[in-house]
């Protein structure tokens, strides 16, 4: 997995880096506002020419979902690990009526910055945070069968760079550059 230096947007290449474009928005819950989000990023990757490989598309795409799933239901409403069959909707309203929740944001920050040579995607959750050496890697044979840490290990399949920041990991940036 490659580590970018922050300026990596704007490193000089053979072919021009275009000026990048950011943006900055709030995601809600439902799953229409997911959609949402990643209809603006792959109008994004269009404008940019991010779209000659729909292979690649696609997976950044999936990935980025997984990275909104995760900030929204494992963060904002602290939903532990999920099993084979699990709603995750009503395994958050479970918990947020057992612990009398309030006051919790219903909803999560996600940043964009794109351009022809490279995406920049953070997006920030307002939960508890997790330890990242405590998700199990899915692909070794003894997790084959369980259904956590795919979310996580797409990102970093199909991102050169997952970083996990903020006072307890609540902030998660996904880049990728051509």
């Known amino acids: ?13 053979t072919e021009k880096a275009e000026p990048r474009v950011r943006t900055t928005e709030n995601v809600g819950e439902s799953l229409a506002d997911m959609d949402a989000a990643e209809d603006q990023l792959s109008l994004l990757m269009d404008k940019h020419g991010w779209n000659a490989d ?15 799933t995760n900030a929204i239901f494992h963060g904002n409403y602290g939903v532990g690990k999920v099993t084979s069959g699990d709603d995750i909707s009503q395994l958050a309203q479970k918990k947020v009526d057992a ?13 964009f910055s794109v ?3 490279a995406i920049e995607i953070t997006i920030q959750d307002f939960g508890r945070g997790f330890d990242i050496s405590n998700v ?14 795919r979310g996580i290990h ?12 903020g006072p307890r ?9 051509k």
Do not use: C
Request: hydrophobic content about 40%; proline content about 5%.
């Open 1 to 13: 997995m490659a580590e970018h230096s922050p300026d990596f947007l704007s490193r000089p290449e």
């Open 54 to 68: 729909n292979d690649l598309k696609f997976e950044m795409l999936m990935a980025f979902r997984e990275a909104l």
């Open 99 to 111: 612990e009398g929740i309030t006051g919790l944001p219903a909803e999560i920050k996600v940043g």
């Open 115 to 117: 351009n022809n040579k």
């Open 136 to 149: 199990a890697d899915p692909v070794l044979q003894e997790n084959i069968l369980k259904t956590s840490g």
């Open 154 to 165: 797409w990102m970093r399949e199909f991102y050169d760079s997952v970083v996990y920041s």
């Open 169 to 177: 990991n609540q902030t998660v940036t996904l880049k990728k550059t």
